[in-house]
């Protein structure tokens, strides 16, 4: 089955708080109409971890992103407000051997915290997930207790495993490296040949 953008995926039951107000969270499936609300909460999220330089998608690069199947963007909504996202991509893992759901954000906005948004958002994606009885795998930062008991309280298994990142910079100057030696290696054959038999 594929979910079209706006399917409802969650919609808890209404709540009244002490002081009488009635509030309800849906969970909604992004389209590419919703591609500035989660670049906004992208940015969000990563200005609150310190990493906002890293961000470089545009709200043009999330409208293409949001066309495609593979990408899933999940809103949660408190009384018709966007109060959070989770976000990941169906991609195909090599040691599985099929597709995986590759979870990459979740994030509520601090005014909706500890009101069961990241908990609908999850059940959302996990009704994603079950369509195609994939795995969901994320990482979560070491420094993140109160991230490693909220997934343990889902039941996901924790591993510690270094992520590592090869930028292009970075790759291009090994490939570089490389290459001079290769060429030296070259000069310096060509500058001593070896005897023929």
């Keep these: ?20 107000t009635t509030s309800q969270v849906a969970v909604l499936r992004a389209g590419v109409e919703d591609a500035d609300l989660v670049r906004t909460m992208l940015i969000e999220l990563a200005t609150h971890e310190r990493t906002a330089h890293a961000v470089h998608s545009t709200s043009e690069d999330w409208q293409r992103m949001l066309g495609s199947e593979a990408v899933v963007v999940l809103i949660a909504y408190l009384d018709d407000e966007p109060v959070g996202y989770v976000s990941g991509i169906r991609q195909l893992n090599l040691w599985v051997g099929h597709d995986i759901l590759a979870m990459d954000d979740l ?82 054959a060509s500058q001593h040949p070896r005897p023929q038999r």
């Design 1 to 20: 089955m594929t979910l079209q953008p706006t399917t409802l995926l969650v919609r808890d039951t209404p709540r009244t708080d002490a002081a009488g």
């Design 107 to 188: 994030y509520v906005r601090a005014e909706a915290r500890d009101r069961g948004v990241g908990n609908m958002l999850m059940a959302a994606l996990a009704e994603v997930a079950s369509q195609g009885d994939l795995l969901v795998t994320w990482g979560v930062r070491s420094d993140n207790d109160a991230g490693h008991r909220f997934y343990q309280r889902l039941g996901a298994t924790l591993r510690t495993k270094v992520v590592a990142s090869w930028r292009p910079e970075d790759y291009r100057a090994h490939l570089d490296a490389a290459h001079e030696r290769k060429g030296q290696r070259a000069h310096e």
